[in-house]
């Protein structure tokens, strides 16, 4: 099949509506019909501010970043945008096209 591969970036402690955020869009895709979606925890990653966040015993919980992927229509990406915009969510995003499907 062809469609989107979405991705999306949050850190692992991020609220929305008293929910972990990863979890929230989960549940949103989830009630939009969307067949599937993983929620990956980094090991080891940084983002804009350039601060290093890594797993170790030392590290404060909640700051790495976790990836939320999504294989969709472009339909249905467009419409877990549309609700990242209408939630006032500004979140780092990667869409591209993509095949996908099961081996045989």
């Known amino acids: 099949m062809q469609g989107i591969c979405l991705k999306l970036f949050v850190s692992e402690s ?5 929910m972990l955020l990863y979890e929230w869009l989960l549940e ?6 969307v067949l599937g979606g993983t929620a990956f925890r ?3 990653g940084f983002g804009r501010h350039g601060r290093l966040h890594e797993e170790a015993f030392f ?15 472009e ?6 945008l549309d609700l990242l915009k209408s939630e006032n969510l500004r979140l780092f995003y ?10 045989a």
């Open 14 to 18: 991020r609220l929305h509506n008293g």
């Open 28 to 33: 949103q895709a989830k009630e939009m019909g």
């Open 42 to 44: 980094a090991i080891a």
């Open 94 to 103: 990667v869409k591209h096209p993509t095949e996908y499907g099961v081996s």
């Open 75 to 80: 339909k249905q990406a467009e419409r877990l």
């Open 59 to 73: 590290e404060l919980a909640g700051e790495l970043p976790v990836e939320i992927e999504f294989l969709v229509s």
